[in-house]
């Protein structure tokens, strides 16, 4: 199967759906490069990213599920090789 190599850009503004972003991230940890979370205090947000080495449908499919969670936004940006 056909991988693409993406970076996955969360942004959390409500802290109750941390445990929910991490319990997702966990069921795709086969396909996680590395990651990096960032908490902004001063604006009551974390910001993480995630490097995937995944195929299409599964990085859709995590930025979908992520996007559908309350105070979570998410977006995915792929290689283009």
């Known amino acids: 199967m056909e991988t693409k190599v993406a970076v996955l850009s969360i942004i959390i503004d409500d802290l109750g759906s941390v445990e929910r972003v991490n319990e997702l991230l966990h069921q795709y940890n086969e396909f996680i490069i590395g ?11 974390h910001v993480i990213c995630i490097a995937l080495d995944a195929p299409m ?19 995915a940006s792929c290689a283009k090789a």
């Open 57 to 75: 449908d599964r990085i859709n499919a995590l930025s979908g599920s992520l996007g559908r969670l309350e105070g979570v936004s998410a977006k």
């Open 35 to 45: 990651r990096m979370g960032l908490p902004y205090r001063q604006k009551n947000v």
